[in-house]
């Protein structure tokens, strides 16, 4: 594991301190725990955007899109 400092604001750093104490962990272990949601709710987050992207890609077979879309806008 790797050592980190982090910065908390004052209420922050009580709060942690108390929902430790209540938990009976570490409040290290907290920070971990808080981490690793992020992380999962994240990348649960961003997946269906990648899934979508690799599902799309090269769908799009009528030539330069570019020129396509300045064709239509033009038509405005």
Do not use: C, H
């Not at 709710?41 to 269906?48: G, K, V």
């Amino acid at each position: 594991m790797i050592r980190t400092v982090i910065s908390l604001a004052e209420g922050d750093k009580a709060w942690l301190d108390e929902a430790a104490a209540r938990e009976g962990a570490p409040a290290t272990e907290l920070v971990r725990r808080a981490v690793q949601l992020l992380r999962e709710r994240r990348s649960l987050q961003e997946q269906p955007f990648n899934d979508v992207l690799q599902r799309t890609r090269g769908l799009w077979q009528a030539g330069d899109g570019l020129q396509y879309q300045t064709r239509l806008r033009d038509e405005w």
